[in-house]
């Protein structure tokens, strides 16, 4: 029986890596306790380290909403019809 992959969040490497780096436990002892491989582990540590600078990074991209981005264009649309029929109303007074 074949076993499916696993997929982690960056949450849950973010700690596993945060513990390995603390060095309070093993790599060996941290990889039963998270029922995942040692050599996982070192790979996740390894990234998160040079990673690091990053978070202290001023030009950071805000994250995309495509969610708000449609409600602005929508709106957008509807202040555009709005501005139009006034100018309609307008030019018959």
Request: aromatic letters at 8%; hydrophobic letters at 40%.
């Amino acid at each position: 029986m074949k076993r499916t992959r696993r997929v982690f969040t960056p949450e849950f490497k973010a700690k596993v890596a945060l513990e390995a780096i603390k060095e309070q436990q093993t790599i060996a002892e941290l990889a039963q306790r998270f029922t995942i491989a040692p050599t996982q582990i070192a790979i996740w540590k390894k990234e998160f380290l040079s990673n690091a600078s990053a978070a202290f990074s001023t030009n950071l991209k805000p994250s995309f909403d495509e969610s708000k981005e449609r409600e602005l264009h929508e709106l957008l649309g509807q202040k555009e019809i709005e501005i139009s029929f006034l100018k309609k109303a307008l030019r018959n007074v």
